[in-house]
């Protein structure tokens, strides 16, 4: 009969706890150069990422293998945004105004000719197929896929509202992409061969940026909902969105380390200019709204 009036305290301490508290992160600065190193990409097979930085004067596509790599230049001509891997690690995706209008380019990673795959097309942000076969990208505010070979594109959504940031789920069946279309931006998803969307986040602010988990649990996002741009995650197709950076920096493009163990992001937390960082993914624990079970979690 003692324990009684412990327990009766402790839930009345709990109740008085906010919901939302903030968090001091343990994210890890990964570069450290004065210009802009921007959209991380981590490599499917190996840990190594590629990012885009002006750090040469115009922006160029830049390769470190990790922990503790030299960075190397991969590109050095015209502009290049946005790079990608393809699955077999062997291959960047970017855009790049080389021959006059920015197209989306694949550029051996060994290095080699650059081979257009768009012509005019002004794309952004393109994301290679789990399969190797495509690639999806956005343009003219829908997600369009154009094969990895080159070849004729075709347009997956045709809403009147902006679609952008598409990311594939590893299964291939799905492409996530950040959309104005419910009167806020929010993290839908669609079926890769085209069809009904469905709305994934539901958050006020604006969510941008999806990346889909390795293993097709999660989705990381960026999102200004606790009013500051910070990485977020949620279960694929719907849940609870659980915070994973807190910082007064905007903390943005996340994506996932190989193993799903590590989110990389760009941010300017401790410079003026945006550098790479990486934290470590916990799978959040959904805990019940109810006195007896946030006392049930101090205890698992």
């Known amino acids: 009969m003692r324990l009684l009036p412990f327990f ?10 906010p919901t939302e508290m903030s968090f001091a992160d343990a994210a890890v600065r990964i570069t450290t150069d004065l210009w802009n190193d921007s959209a991380v990409s981590y490599s499917p097979v190996a840990d190594q990422i590629a990012w885009y930085s002006n750090r040469t004067g115009g922006a ?22 946005w790079p990608t891997w393809s699955p077999d690690g ?11 209008s920015f197209d989306i380019y694949t550029i ?5 000719t650059a081979t257009r795959l768009t012509t005019g097309a002004n794309p952004n942000r393109p994301e290679w197929s789990p399969d190797g076969t495509m690639i999806a990208y956005d343009q003219s505010d829908d997600i369009w896929v154009v094969p990895a070979t080159g070849g004729a594109p075709t347009q997956i959504t045709t809403h009147s509202a902006v679609d952008s940031d598409p990311t594939w789920s590893p299964d291939g069946n799905w492409i996530a992409f950040a959309s104005n279309r419910g009167g806020g ?8 061969a085209g069809g009904t969307a469905v709305q ?10 999806p990346s889909w988990s390795p293993d097709g649990s999660f989705i990381v996002f960026t999102s200004f909902r606790s009013g500051n741009g910070d990485i977020w995650t949620i279960p694929a197709f719907g849940g609870t969105a659980a915070q994973i950076t807190d910082d007064p920096a905007p903390d943005l493009e996340p994506d996932w380390s190989n193993d799903g163990t590590k989110i990389y992001f760009s941010s300017s937390r401790e410079e003026m200019n945006q550098d790479i960082y990486v934290i470590d993914f916990t799978v959040p624990v959904t805990v019940e709204q109810s006195t007896w079970g946030r006392v049930k979690s101090m205890f698992r």
């Open 90 to 100: 062997t291959t960047i995706a970017c855009v790049s105004d080389r021959d006059g």
């Open 185 to 192: 931006g929010d993290i839908w998803a669609i079926p890769s």
């Open 60 to 81: 160029q596509v830049w390769l470190m293998s990790l922990p503790g790599g030299t960075p190397t230049q991969l590109t050095n001509e015209a502009s290049n945004y």
């Open 200 to 209: 994934i986040t539901t958050g006020t602010g604006g969510d941008g940026y």
């Open 8 to 17: 009766l305290l402790l839930a009345v301490l709990l109740l008085a706890v």
């Open 108 to 112: 051996p990673v060994g290095g080699g």
